[in-house]
Structures are given as C-alpha cells and as structure tokens.
C-alpha cells in the first residue's frame, strides 16, 4: 500500500476554486491509478474523478465534469485535483486514493487518505 495525504481544503463561496493535493509516500507513487472521492454528512463516499499511471485517462462524476480537473505528477509523488465554480452541494470531505487498477468502484481503491473539508458557502 501507499500512504497518501491530503491537504488544500477549505471554506470557499459558490463561485470560487480550490486545488486539493494529495501527497504519496511508502510505494511508487507511479504504480497507482489515483482517485478522489467525497464524502457528504449523512451520504455514503462517492467517487469523483480518477487519473490513470501516466496521466493518459481520466474519468469524472457527472456532477464535476466541466468544473473539476484530476492531475498528477509522478515526479513529485503528488496528485491534485482542481475545483472551480464550486457550489454548496460540492461540500463534502475530500479523499484521495489509490488503487492498483483503472477503476471507479470505491471497493477497489485500498489506500485512503485522512481527507481535506470542503465547504461552499452560498
């Protein structure tokens, strides 16, 4: 397994961006298929978007598409994952993950970081 850590949340009006980073460590970063998924009160954790090994495939929740942006740098062990024009239903805790195959299936992905809050103020 990786070890991963988020950082880049916030309070943020509707509206605004934020750029979340997840640092990895432990294993080579370059191995993992990287994942972010959310996590709203009372919701189970969703998948948001995903980036392949090389960064060649991508993959987005329909309520992110056109709005967020998964990307990575293999050099920096690091992945991001731009937010703009974020609105309240955008609040959530934000994990990033990774996983040894291109998927989006939650079950599939079995490292986890801590998350980074969210919040979009109306």
């Known amino acids: 397994q990786v070890q991963l850590v988020e950082s880049g949340g916030g309070l943020v009006q509707a509206g605004g961006s934020l750029r979340l980073s997840c640092v990895a460590s432990?294993?080579?970063?370059?191995?993992?298929?990287m994942g972010w998924f959310r996590q709203a009160p009372g919701k189970e954790r969703e998948f948001v978007a995903r980036?392949?090994?090389?960064?060649?495939?991508?993959r987005y929740a329909d309520p992110v598409k056109g709005r967020f942006t998964i990307s990575r740098d293999n050099a920096k062990n690091t992945g991001y994952l731009q937010m703009n024009s974020l609105k309240p239903e955008d609040t959530a805790v934000y994990y990033c993950?990774?996983?040894?195959?291109?998927?989006?299936?939650?079950?599939?992905?079995?490292?986890w970081g801590q998350g980074t809050q969210v919040t979009v103020s109306s």
């Open positions: 980036i392949t090994w090389s960064g060649g495939s991508t």
């Open positions: 432990g294993r080579t970063f370059s191995r993992y298929v």
């Open positions: 993950a990774a996983s040894s195959s291109s998927t989006t299936l939650r079950d599939d992905f079995d490292s």
